[in-house]
């Protein structure tokens, strides 16, 4: 699985990915630390990769666009800010994920659940 680390986000996520055994870049690697998401999501897109961000604009963008991919993990409400943590969270629950991300899907992590939903958005309800 391919990751694209959003500007939202601690490059020390990135790091812990490819030390982890994944394929995974931030932003600021690729010079792209200042794009407008809609130029990070397409990168997403084309390099089949998923989206890490804390940044909701992501999902506004799979929602007027009705993508199936990028899939997306979001960072929310009550989530710390500390990058270990945060990918600690990830890699903690990674293989549980692992299979809707690949189907095309929004990971919601929030403070107190993980919220999923299967893509392109409609109005099909939260899991």
């Known amino acids: 699985m391919k990751f694209l680390i959003d500007n939202a986000l601690s490059p020390q996520i990135a790091i812990g990915l490819v ?3 994944y394929d995974a870049i931030h932003v600021r690697d690729l010079k792209m ?12 897109i084309a390099e089949q990769r998923v989206v890490i961000s804390a ?3 992501f999902g506004t963008l799979l929602s007027l666009r009705s993508e199936k991919f990028p899939s997306v993990i979001l960072f929310r409400r009550g989530i710390s ?7 600690s969270i990830l890699m903690l629950n990674l293989p549980n ?3 809707l991300l690949e189907q095309g899907s929004i990971i919601i992590f ?3 659940r993980i919220r999923t939903r299967r893509l392109p958005i409609n109005d099909r309800e939260d899991n």
Do not use: R, V, Y
């Open 33 to 44: 630390g200042t794009s407008p998401d809609i130029d990070i999501f397409d990168l997403a």
């Open 110 to 112: 929030d403070k107190n």
């Open 55 to 57: 940044d909701t604009d």
């Open 81 to 87: 800010h500390i990058p270990q943590i945060q990918l």
């Open 19 to 21: 030390e982890a055994g």
């Open 97 to 99: 994920i692992t299979d």
